[in-house]
């Protein structure tokens, strides 16, 4: 193999460089064929002031190779430092997260030996967009973002991922039982791309009871796709009850740029001791061969690891006395995936590669959008208010005219007025919500409405409009309303 494949890596934080430098020795010697550019980026980048954790040469060697291998990174601690693995899935629109999750028994301890799924998670809106505010002294608050185009192209990807790997169910997890709209959305737009595939068993669940099962019954899954951070957290259980964390790669997918790493983190307790398991990049690596091409040569460093878990070759947080023939190290373990090149486990399912398409799928077109007709019915207003729900209504009221009624006033998220229940404990941070008694609600309705309020001396905090969409509204009730 002549042509080098460019390939961006960067080393990452605490025993990122470890197993950065095992897994760079292991694709070297199975003759991976790739241009290497190393970047920095992480902790060292973010306290030299880069605010984002990553300088712009490193997002110029990006855009050059378009592949990415990651190893853990850091983000300091306080205020002011945005997560760099959102900023990187974000910025190149890596919108796809594919983690496998398979138990490697009886060599691994697990209580779930069948265990084989994959964990497509939805990587760039969600909460993990990371748009917070303080509203009051007291009161946090966070946007959850769910776009339908946004859900369509993972929820596509999944089932796409399903047929083009031979599995039978893909699994939809959402809590559109609580969020409405949001969830609601997430849910619904499976069920409508899910019709596109009647040769695969589709489901749906809600999330907690969905990740008791996944920890618990793991061989019910095949397929699960999910939002962010639900996908987060799943993907960890999953990868957790296959015997390790740190045995899980992950890739993350998008139109045109690829990023592979671990699932865990950049784990500083353990940093310069050599006991890191380099596994997880390593398998991550693994999904980049497939991804660049060279599935011959991801085969052959797969079936060289998966010898050595099998020979009981084992880090220490995998080792049993039981089931492990001898504990080593990082380089130790290395050394010895090295050993196995060319081998293939003699139990456990041999991994091949040969014949999967590389660069990943390629989505068909979004669905044509529909254009829904838009009313402005009313807007909610926050504020800050340290009496009660009456004595508050009380100033508000004098401020309404005859077009905007006030409909209720709320606090975190459960109506206290008109007809509150006494005993609800309220925060410092109030909605009020403003609904038109005459139809379509005005710009200047509004602007005339925040200037009474003003004058009041009742500065609001927060506003937003309030629509219905083809007659329906386009916002929830308050708990109790």
Known sequence: MTNKTPVTFARGDGIGPEIMDGTLRILEKAGAALALEEIKIGKDVYESGVSSGIPEEAWASLRRTKVFLKAPITTPQGGGYKSLNVTIRKSLGLFANVRPCVSYAPYVETKHPNMDLVIIRENEEDLYGGIEYRQSQDVMAALKIISRPGTERIVRYAFEYARANGRRKVTCMTKDNIMKLSDGLFHKVFDEIGADYPDIEQNHMIIDIGAAKVASAPHMFDVIVLPNLYGDIVSDIAAEVTGSVGLGGSSNIGADFAMFEAVHGSAPDIAGKGVANPSGLLLGAVMMLVHIGQGDVATRIHN????????????????????????VGTNVFTDEVIARLGETPLKLKPANYDGVQAGGMKLPPLSPRKEESKERVGVDVNLNWDGTAEDLAAKILPCVTDDLALALISNRGVKVWPDGQPETFCADNWRLRFLSKKGNVRTSQVIALMDRLNKADMNFTKAVMLHNFDGKPGFTAAQGE
């Open 304 to 327: 060289a690891w998966l010898r050595t878990i099998e020979d009981g070759i084992h880090t220490g947080e995998i080792y049993r006395k039981d089931t492990s023939v001898r504990q």
